[in-house]
């Protein structure tokens, strides 16, 4: 799966996704964990890992770029396994085979920066226990240490948060929604892009996933109007279903713990830039088709669209690229969705608090620089110093 993901609080994060790839690996899920004995640890072997280039800290500057591989298989053979947050440290027991002696020099453990793999030489044959190139978070290559107590095989591993808590060792659909709730702290999500009915699958799996509302404006807006879109375009214009969508997005920032499904095309709110103001209140995701065949170039061509503030998707936190649509696939959209908001917080964590400050002011459309307290945008000057 190629994959490319920039984080700045002010700026999009854009992921490149191409169902042709066959996203489903990217759901693979390691052999159900299961309660080891405890045992005194008879250490027969005990590793550190040296360092493979730098450790980079995410956390560091809220306009750094970074890169990840958003949608990874995990491979792993039958083997059962325990998984352990400490803290500071995870730590990772894989069940060796019994009735055979293995010595250190049989095992390999090769850890980078956001990957791990673990493999084991028997008869001749290298077999991979666990392998994959994205941990649920970074760790420091450098801090990892292994050693083989008894039948089970003991990795440990220094993360580079502390505070963050991982609820497995990889990233995937279920430890993305287990684990973005300590993150995203009640915040709502809104689904914006050209494609409303994208826009609505995308948002159903992430609400089921997450445990949020799911809400649909095209639903809110028809049952209200006792009309179809379609029909409201054709007596009003687009203008009316705009201004309409902006009530309704008005009404539900105030909400918490929701995913809304916006309109789609030249008629939705989302689309128009002076239509933002109450948006700007959840994290939102743009979700736009591409012609890009690789990351850079969906990456250039999001550039572009920030740039140039024609559309007013651009103000989105983060952008999903599709080569291509497959409703089949919408729960691998919202794990890439997921994948992409949990990189954008990642980097500044202070974003959720900050939401929650924008929406008890009023939603006044002072994002990302909010104003202190009886601030007025229609007098504003731009001597008003930023409210943190």
Request: glycine content about 8%; hydrophobic content about 35%; charged content about 25%.
């Amino acid at each position: 799966m190629a994959a490319f993901s920039s984080s700045a609080a002010s700026g999009l994060a854009t992921l490149f996704y191409s169902h042709s790839l066959h996203p489903i690996t990217g759901l693979t899920k390691l052999s159900s964990p299961s309660r080891i004995r405890s045992s005194p640890r008879l250490f027969s072997g005990f590793r550190s890992l040296r360092r493979r280039g730098s450790s980079q800290n995410v956390t560091a500057d809220r306009f750094s770029n970074f890169s990840c591989r958003c949608l990874s298989a995990v491979s792993t053979s039958t083997i059962d396994y325990e998984f352990t947050d400490g803290g500071k440290e995870v730590e990772l027991k894989l069940r060796l085979k019994t009735g055979e002696t293995l010595s250190p020099k049989d095992i390999s453990v090769d850890a980078d920066g956001t990957s791990l793999a673990v493999k084991e030489k028997r008869n001749g044959l290298v077999i991979t226990l666990l392998e994959t190139n994205h941990l649920f978070d970074k760790i420091m290559p450098s801090e990892t240490i292994w050693y083989i107590d008894e039948d089970q095989l003991v990795v440990n591993m220094k993360k580079v948060d502390g505070e963050l808590k991982w609820p497995d060792i990889v990233e995937s659909w279920e430890s993305l929604t287990a684990g973005m709730s300590q993150l995203l702290k009640g915040a709502s999500i809104y689904i914006v892009g050209d494609s409303t009915e994208i826009n609505q699958k995308v948002s159903r799996e992430l609400a089921v996933g997450l445990g949020y509302s799911p809400l649909d404006s095209e639903e809110l807006l028809e049952s209200f109007a006792k009309q179809t879109i379609d029909s409201w375009i054709l007596a009003e214009g687009p203008d009316s279903v705009a201004e309409a969508e902006s009530s309704v997005l008005e009404s539900l920032s105030s909400h918490v713990r929701t995913v809304v499904s916006t309109l789609g095309g030249k008629h939705g709110a989302a689309g128009r830039a002076d239509k933002w103001r109450h948006l700007y209140s959840g994290f939102t995701v743009w979700i736009s088709q591409t012609e890009a065949t690789d990351e850079e170039s969906a990456k250039e061509e999001a550039r572009k669209s920030k740039q140039k503030r024609e559309i007013g998707y651009s103000n989105a936190d983060v952008v999903v690229k599709l080569q291509g649509w497959d409703p089949t696939h919408a729960k691998s959209v919202a794990q890439a969705s997921l994948s992409a908001l949990k990189q954008l917080i990642i980097s500044d964590k202070k974003l959720p608090g900050k939401k929650s400050l924008y929406i008890r002011l009023g939603c006044r459309g002072d994002w990302p620089n909010i104003k202190p307290p009886g601030w007025d945008p229609s007098s504003d000057t731009g001597a008003h110093p930023q409210f943190t």
